[in-house]
């Protein structure tokens, strides 16, 4: 995976999620990374790395499942599982994501 900055953005699309993801993160053993328009939950299983990645575009949120090998982003698998959500619904949806990720395989 590309790097990404731990640093926050204040005053961003992701100011009223970014509470929400910290403490889920926490709670599941994931790490948080953050960008300017993305955050991505991480975590290792079976062999790779698994992933939440939720992007924000003009006025929505996206949530994408992903897997790649460690150290090989070029093994990136995705899988597209909301498009065109509130900060609301992505909330609701990341303990289902976690199971979809972990079912992908690359």
Same mark, same amino acid.
């Given at each position: 995976?590309?790097?990404?900055?731990?640093?926050?953005?204040?005053?961003?699309?992701?100011?009223?999620?970014?509470?929400?993801?910290?403490?889920?993160?926490?709670?599941?053993?994931?790490? *948080?990374?953050? =960008? &300017?328009?993305?955050?991505? +939950?991480?975590?290792?299983?079976? #062999?790779?790395?698994? /992933?939440?990645? $939720? !992007?924000?575009?003009?006025?929505?949120?996206?949530?994408?499942?992903?897997?790649?090998?460690?150290?090989?982003?070029?093994? *990136?698998?995705? =899988? &597209?599982?909301?498009?065109? +959500?509130?900060?609301?619904?992505? #909330?609701?949806?990341? /303990?289902?994501? $976690? !199971?979809?990720?972990?079912?992908?395989?690359?």
């Amino acid at each position: 995976m590309s790097d990404v900055s731990s640093t926050p953005h204040t005053g961003d699309a992701f100011e009223t999620l970014d509470p929400r993801l910290t403490v889920f993160a926490l709670a599941n053993g994931m790490d *948080l990374a953050k =960008d &300017a328009t993305s955050r991505r +939950l991480e975590w290792f299983a079976e #062999g790779l790395e698994r /992933g939440i990645l $939720i !992007e924000h575009g003009a006025d929505s949120f996206s949530v994408s499942v992903v897997t790649w090998k460690t150290g090989n982003a070029d093994t *990136l698998v995705r =899988d &597209a599982v909301g498009d065109g +959500l509130s900060a609301e619904e992505v #909330g609701s949806m990341l /303990g289902d994501s $976690i !199971e979809r990720a972990n079912g992908l395989s690359l």
